[in-house]
């Protein structure tokens, strides 16, 4: 059952919708954007927890629905994002635990989740200026590897992540999770391999594809010189050819042990703050 009333926060009265039931049709449509069909269809995705909803609001990202618990009612930064969500035409609900934990999937749910327009960059927009580093992806397909190579390029104060091929959904709850907000702050870029391998010739790059097979040691590549795309390969096969002979380098960081390989997530971090180690300092965090 689901009814208006009128909402205690200045400048949305009668702004906020109270549900309880799970059977709510405006609830059922959050459910569902669990499902990949309904997020490319509706063109939005869901961030859980306060702090990403404030964040994402101030790096400009326009918030459709904001939903709180009814514990959250009353906090003051809570009432600050829903007379923001308002004023962006955004709809704001009032929710049981039970129903936050439905929407979210999850026993112990955040108190605050917002469903946000999803918004990609386009890879023809990328002009790479000196000292910038890009991550390029080639089909990857574990969501938790996806977003923890976005969180891992924000840290390392990489450009934007650049996703080549069929991959996992960069909007989904699993990877939206693992960016820990990330997903908020570093541009992500879709591209067919062939639209990739155009932009690669026009823009002036070095990509130095990392490969089990590669004969240098990635801790004695120039990354100075040119802007840097660090090109990863898909968890089961790797890079396939046509990206490799598009390589200016071929790169392997050494192992020892038994591991075949390092996990694709681990060997974007290595390679990245290699990257970018003459840019990194514990001073100047920028
Ligand atoms: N069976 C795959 C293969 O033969 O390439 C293993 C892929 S590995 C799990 C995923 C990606 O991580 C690789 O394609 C590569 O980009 C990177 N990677 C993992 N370990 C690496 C290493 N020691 N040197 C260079 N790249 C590595």
């Not at 997020?39 to 939903?67: C, H, N, P, Q």
């Not at 820990?180 to 391998?197: E, H, T, Y």
């Not at 990509?207 to 802007?227: M, S, W």
């Amino acid at each position: 059952m689901t009814n208006e009333r009128a909402g205690e926060g200045p400048g949305r009265v009668g702004q906020v919708k109270e549900i309880t039931s799970l059977s709510n049709p405006i609830i059922k449509d959050i459910k569902a954007l669990a499902l990949k069909k309904t997020r490319d269809e509706t063109g939005s995705f869901m961030a859980e927890g306060l702090k990403l909803v404030i964040d994402a609001l101030a790096l400009g990202w326009t918030i459709r629905t904001l939903v709180y618990s009814k514990e959250a009612k009353g906090k003051p930064q809570v009432e600050e994002v829903a007379v923001r969500t308002v004023a962006k035409g955004g709809l704001v609900l009032e929710v049981s635990a039970k129903v936050i934990g439905a929407i979210t999937r999850r026993d112990n749910p955040q108190m605050v989740v917002g469903i946000f327009e999803q918004k990609l960059t386009k890879l023809d927009s990328l002009r790479p200026t000196l000292g910038e580093t890009y991550v390029a992806l080639d089909r990857v397909r574990d969501p938790g590897n996806l977003g923890t190579i976005i969180r891992t390029a924000d840290a390392a104060g990489a450009s934007g992540v650049i996703l080549i091929g069929e991959t996992t959904d960069p909007f989904s709850l699993e990877t939206v999770r693992a960016t820990m907000g990330s997903v908020f702050a570093v541009p992500v870029i879709r591209a067919s391999q062939a639209d990739f391998l155009a932009w690669r010739r026009k823009a002036d790059v070095s990509i130095v594809a990392t490969h089990l097979a590669g004969a240098v040691d990635y801790r004695t590549i120039d990354y100075k010189k040119k802007p840097v795309v660090l090109l990863m390969g898909n968890e089961q096969q790797g890079i396939p050819d046509e990206l490799a002979k598009a390589a200016d380098a071929l790169a392997r960081i050494p192992q020892a042990g038994r591991a075949d390989s390092l996990n694709l997530a681990i060997a974007t971090g290595v390679m990245l703050f290699e990257a970018r180690r003459h840019l990194l300092s514990l001073e100047a965090r920028g």
